[in-house]
Nanobody
């Protein structure tokens, strides 16, 4: 069972940077898990913005490619997301989770029942 804790969000001006952290304190197979960062802006669907496989293969959505960088530290059961050149459109609550578990449950990601509390990122113009 995963217990996910996200942190590192905050208020930043456009063009600024943040580094988000996600700790999985419940999984015994974290290193084998395809992990991702999701975000949900007010009035919008939760979307996957970055993912990293157990083999460290990374993928990004078009909206964040070349601005965000995902990484993982299996020794710490953690993933990270470096957000750079932030835009007001990046304002959202950011969550981490098991990509295969979430996507396999429902196309509407927020319907998956196991999420952490998320971390708020607010970008001012």
């Amino acid at each position: 069972v995963q217990y996910l804790t996200e942190s590192g969000g905050g208020l930043v001006q456009a063009g600024g940077s943040l580094r988000l952290s996600c700790l999985d304190s419940g999984s015994s197979s974290f290193a084998d898990t395809h992990m991702g960062w999701f975000r949900q802006a007010p009035g919008k669907q939760r979307e996957l913005v970055a993912s990293i496989t157990s083999d460290f293969v990374k993928e990004y959505s078009d909206s964040v490619k070349d601005r965000f960088t995902i990484s993982r530290d299996n020794s710490a059961n953690a993933i990270y997301l470096l957000l750079e050149d932030l835009e007001p459109e990046d304002t959202a609550v950011y969550y981490c989770n098991d990509v295969q578990a979430v996507a396999g449950y429902s196309r509407t990601y927020s319907e998956y029942p196991y999420w952490g509390q998320g971390t708020q990122v607010t970008v001012s113009s």
